[in-house]
Each structure stands twice: as C-alpha cells, then as structure tokens.
C-alpha cells in the first residue's frame, strides 16, 4: 500500500519562508509526477506545483517566483520551498502522486493527509 507522508507546515511571519517535504512509501514500481496543492478554508483545491518523472518542474504564475518545487526520484520526495509568505498562502497543503505500483500498468491518485501552513504575524 502506496502511503504519502508530509512534513514541515506550521506558522511563520508574513515575508518568511518554509519548506515542504514529502515522501512516499510502499510497493512503487514508478512515480510519474508529484506535486503540491493547498486549500484554503472556503475555497477549492488549487494546484502550486508539480514535478514529473524526467525532473521537469512546473509552478503556476500565481505563485511563480516566490514558490519552487523540487524533487529526489531517490527518495521518492517532492519538496516545496515558499519564500516571501503572505497570508493569502495560509492553507493546508496536500502533497499528490500518481504511482504504479508493482504488478499493475496503470497509476493511481495517491493523497498525503496535508500540513498547515498559517502565515500571520
């Protein structure tokens, strides 16, 4: 069973910075992308970057050149790096994988239980 674990959220002053981190575990055979969404209270789930097999990252201009995202196909880790937070960034953040796993040819959705991230002074 294909598990993703989140690590890092937490509070920080606007105009800081935090780093997510992610990890997945169980019977991989391959990973085809990862990638971070969040979800602010009342709002719908929005993607803040992605990173796929062959190393190609992809932020989105709403956060694009403040986020970056990064990733260890060794480790089977997605990392999301957030300098120059604002509030409008408190969220939980959820980490995401499409996985195949041993024994199949497909991929599935696989989703991390989400860190907090809160940006207040």
């Known amino acids: 069973q294909v598990q993703l674990v989140e690590s890092g959220g937490g509070l920080v002053q606007p105009g800081g910075s935090l780093r997510l981190s992610c990890v997945a575990s169980?019977?991989?055979?391959?990973?085809?992308?990862m990638a971070w969404h969040r979800q602010a209270p009342g709002k719908q789930r929005e993607l803040v970057g992605v990173?796929?097999?062959?190393?190609?990252?992809y932020v989105p201009d709403s956060v694009k050149g403040r986020f970056t995202v990064s990733g260890d196909s060794a480790k089977n880790a997605v990392y999301l790096q957030m300098n120059s937070l604002k509030p409008e960034d408190t969220a939980v953040y959820y980490c995401?994988?499409?996985?195949?796993?041993?024994?199949?040819?497909?991929?599935?959705?696989?989703w991390g239980q989400g860190t907090q991230v809160t940006v207040s002074s």
């Open positions: 995401y994988a499409a996985i195949q796993e041993y024994g199949t040819t497909w991929s599935n959705d696989y």
């Open positions: 169980g019977r991989i055979a391959r990973i085809e992308r």
């Open positions: 990173i796929f097999s062959g190393g190609t990252p």
